[in-house]
């Protein structure tokens, strides 16, 4: 079976189980998932099955959007509820909604993000969550993200605990932090907070409304109507070229092409279709030479 399953991620379970679900009901070695999830984080989980696993790499460049929660009032060691506490402060003012939304205006574009402790970026070959569980502490990698919607999506509610929260939806660049983002929120309404809800609802053309629960996926597989979005429905959303059946036979191989035998694209990387709606392979412009370079090729 070759293609992609749009999984609704439950939570309280890791991307990796999900894999591990899909391969024990496909009964295949071959599912791979486009990008992690937290293990308390719901939504969009593209699985990659078959022949398709060949294009996850190209599917994690997409952007993200998802709707989320801030908690004011204390933080915690994981940037999210599943951590410690390591600082407090009651929210004893008024917190406004046009002061939350001014907050927002001002995260709006492209900063320098600096990734949490418990994450999984990498130094020096392991995940910054490995560091923080044996308590070494190491610099983060500082890195360049953008926001491109961040709005306030509910009231600002006040517990009796001192604690204020309110709901968000953000859209952003491949390797945003949403906990960092609640956190900075915080930050610039002048308390510690953290991320205390997030759902993942777009991942690139992916959208929680396609997607299968874990349950109606299983029901389906045994059943014997699940339908899986193929690899060329997947890269549809992928700036694209369809070449005639002679530069087919040279993508086929592995050759490098001119510009004008990718229809003088100013695109890069690029997916190359066949005249029949294959997707053959992604090309790329070579750093040095007038000319494209194969990435990865799909046959």
Known sequence: MDGVLLLDKPAGM?????????????????????????????????????????????????????????????????????????????????????????????????????????SAV?????????????????????????IEVLELTSGIIKTEDGLVKFSFRVRGSKGLFVRTVAVTIGEKLGY????????????????????????????????????LMTLEQAMSAFSSVTVDAWVEKLVRNGVQLHHEQVKLTSHSPVALFSRNGQCLAVYEKHPTREVYRSVRGFF
Do not use: W
């Open 14 to 118: 890791t991307s990796h189980d999900c894999v591990n679900i899909a391969r024990k009901v496909l009964k295949t070695k071959k599912v791979g998932h486009t990008g992690t999830l937290d293990p308390n984080v719901t939504g969009v989980l593209p699985l990659c099955i078959g022949r398709a696993t060949k294009i996850s790499q190209f599917l994690t460049a997409n952007e993200k959007e998802y709707v989320g929660e801030v908690t004011l009032g204390f933080s915690t060691t994981t940037e999210d509820s599943d951590g410690e506490m390591v600082d407090q402060k009651r929210v004893e003012r008024e917190i406004t909604e046009e002061e939350v939304k001014e907050v927002l205006k001002e995260m709006l574009g492209t900063s320098i993000q600096v990734p949490p402790m418990y």
């Open 122 to 146: 990498k130094v020096n070959g392991k995940k910054l969550y490995e560091y923080a569980r044996a308590g070494i502490e190491v610099e983060r990698p500082r890195r360049e993200v953008t």
């Open 192 to 227: 510690p907070a953290h991320m205390s809800y997030l759902r993942r609802t777009a991942s690139g053309p992916f959208v929680i409304e396609d997607c299968l629960t874990l349950e109606t996926f299983k029901q389906q597989a045994e059943a014997g109507t699940l339908s």
